[in-house]
């Protein structure tokens, strides 16, 4: 099954449990793709040692997940794209929306 994730919350619990569901997914075998909108792509900033939503996010690149991240929302809080958080457009979680089985939202 192909599924997206869309996260848009700078909770840490929340963006935590979004990748842990994530991560979940793909080992079920799942493909998987995660967008970051809004607070969501604050997630490497938000990330603690109870919600280490940075540890999640690299096990879930590792495990063959692929991450998109709104590059309007980096610009709007004047951060740069990474690795784990790089810079992608509407019409990149238009075409995650698009293919996937199942979408997610946080």
Do not use: H
């Not at 099954?1 to 909770?11: D, L, R, Y």
């Not at 969501?40 to 063959?64: L, P, R």
């Not at 991450?67 to 075409?95: H, S, V, W």
Request: aromatic share 10%.
């Amino acid at each position: 099954m192909k599924i997206g994730v869309i996260i848009s919350s700078n909770n840490a619990e929340t963006c935590w449990d979004a990748l842990r569901y994530a991560n979940f997914s793909l080992g079920q075998k799942d493909s998987v793709k995660v967008f970051l909108i809004g607070e969501g792509v604050e997630y490497q900033k938000i990330s603690n040692e109870k919600f280490n939503t940075i540890e999640q996010a690299e096990k879930f690149s590792q495990g063959g997940g692929k991450i998109f991240a709104c590059g309007t929302c980096i610009k709007l809080r004047r951060q740069e794209g990474t690795e784990m958080c790089p810079i992608n457009t509407m019409k990149d979680m238009y075409e995650i929306i698009k293919e996937s089985d199942k979408v997610v939202t946080f």
